[in-house]
DNA sequence: TCTATAGTTCGGTCGTTATCGAACTATAGA
DNA sequence: TCTATAGTTCGATAACGACCGAACTATAGA
């Protein structure tokens, strides 16, 4: 199953995740993606330009917060929520804490 | 007692706290701050020059992280980890969860 | 083979922020 | 009143990061 690599679980800093999760956009799709379990980029950032989209992708990515699993022409996006709570435990509960479930499928569906 | 402003409790951000912890010398200086209760500036900004430690504590400040007690010509930081608590439930715990108390008394005193 | 789709890479611009010296303010103590 | 101390404010610089258009890559489907 092609993917793009992912760092290892002891190399996760921090620093990086907090700076990865300290953007509008980005933490916007850590929780819509709490939400949908797992979803390709266009479903993810709205109206912004590929590029874009790429970008906060690939910090999500390098910073260990997202899983991304390649099929065909789609990427298949998911939180790494297990790796997370091992090394940064009830980091993500408190991010996502803020997210009500409903409200945001209300938003992503609309 | 004097102080500064501290925001209050319904206007802090998440993006604006995470921004504020996603900084190596501030998170340094709220785990310093997490095993010491409470510290003045000098004692927390190392060798960095004065008006960098101002910025660092202004920046930690204004997100809501930090408190500040002014008395005499010292000022007395502490977290506000209740309130932080109470706004952003798990938030600091996982944050401060890796700092070592013991390793951190140690890198203080030495 | 041709085309559409999904996402990446590149290059440039612009805004934000970290850094730091220097001047400043305010308090404590001699 | 003079001086030392603790921290702020100001102004400049430099680096980083967000943003976006354009060209590119790779796969699926007709």
Redesign the pocket.
């Given at each position: 199953m092609p993917c793009?690599d992912s760092p290892d679980l002891k190399k996760l800093d921090l620093i990086t995740v907090l700076?990865a999760l300290a953007?509008p956009?980005r933490l916007d799709i850590v929780q819509r993606l709490y939400v949908l379990g797992e979803a390709?980029?266009?479903a993810l950032i709205g109206a912004?330009?590929?590029?874009?989209?790429?970008?906060?992708?690939?910090?999500l990515r390098e910073s260990g917060v997202l899983h991304?699993r390649i099929e065909?022409?789609?990427?298949h996006n998911s939180l790494r929520l297990q790796e997370l709570e091992e090394r940064f435990p009830g980091l993500m509960q408190s991010i996502l804490g803020g997210a009500d479930a409903t409200q945001l499928r209300r938003q992503t569906s609309s």
């Open positions: 793009h700076r953007d956009v390709n980029c266009a912004r330009p590929k590029s874009s989209m790429s970008h906060h992708f690939q910090v991304t065909g022409v789609q990427h």
